[in-house]
């Protein structure tokens, strides 16, 4: 009976201390995946502050190339100044994703948004033989917070724009209300993604632009992972269908019901 006693309270201990070590390893486990996520947001972090600066470096390169045209250089510092506050935004909402914030969401006006981000990006679309379909009504509001949700929308658009520059086609942006959910499609007619990339590119640096020569490489394979996890932290989802050579088609699903 002694030894039963015995055998019984040395397998007590025993699960006690495997139990104290699961713990532990969760708790490293929790610390390891803290530091990852800090690492990957200071990525991507960098990855949207790139798309700001090549706009901001253009419109500098615009006003000293005319130093004259005064109407010029007030256009353009106005676009710098806005640009900057969307970085300085954009600096906030991603560090309050990285630290698991909640973002203070609202209801905007999406064609608003939308062509807000255009008014950044500053260049014609018909400059590079792209047609520009947008067919959103005037009145659709989305519940979201809006500098995460344009970061989403620019770098679609961006990517979309660099699919179609060698031979020109169209992009088109669509929204539809679909029960309790808006439905954001953004597609472009450019080159497409293979079958075998579909189900990688929203991880995070994996990239398809110029594999085989790291010399040309724009790309860092971090714009389509930001998206995800902006639309993850809109309890949204965002997919792809492709066809190469022919089009590509991003569509985001956000929830209208904010009760």
Do not use: W
């Not at 090549?54 to 256009?75: S, V, W």
């Not at 905007?108 to 033989?129: Q, S, V």
């Not at 179609?164 to 808006?182: E, F, N, P, W």
Request: glycine share 6%; with cysteine; charged share 25%.
């Amino acid at each position: 009976m002694e030894s039963i006693l015995q055998r019984r309270k040395s397998l007590q201990k025993d699960l006690s201390d495997r139990k104290s070590q699961i713990i532990k390893l969760r708790a490293q486990s929790a610390q390891a995946q803290a530091l990852a996520n800090l690492g990957l947001i200071s990525s991507m972090i960098a990855h949207e502050m790139n798309n700001i600066l090549t706009h901001l470096g253009t419109y500098a390169e615009l006003a000293i190339n005319n130093p004259d045209d005064t109407q010029l250089a007030r256009k353009v510092m106005k676009k710098t100044a806005a640009n900057s506050a969307r970085a300085s935004n954009i600096l906030k909402s991603m560090l309050a994703m990285a630290n698991g914030e909640k973002q203070e969401k609202k209801y905007y006006n999406l064609k608003d948004l939308i062509d807000e981000i255009f008014t950044c990006i500053a260049r014609d679309p018909g400059k590079d033989k792209i047609n520009l379909n947008i067919n959103i009504p005037e009145n659709m509001t989305v519940y979201c917070e809006g500098i995460c949700l344009q970061q989403v929308l620019m770098n679609l658009i961006l990517n979309g724009r660099e699919a179609m520059l060698k031979r020109g086609g169209t992009l088109s942006i669509r929204a539809q209300k679909l029960d309790r959910h808006v439905q954001i499609e953004v597609s472009d007619t450019g080159c497409g993604i293979e079958k075998e990339n579909l189900s990688k590119i929203f991880e995070p640096f994996y990239t398809t632009k110029d594999e085989k020569d790291i010399t040309k490489r724009n790309g860092a394979g971090l714009g389509l992972a930001f998206c995800k996890k902006v639309i993850d932290a809109h309890n949204g989802t965002i997919s792809v269908e492709s066809k190469p050579a022919r089009e590509t088609n991003f569509r985001i699903k956000l929830p209208d019901d904010v009760r």
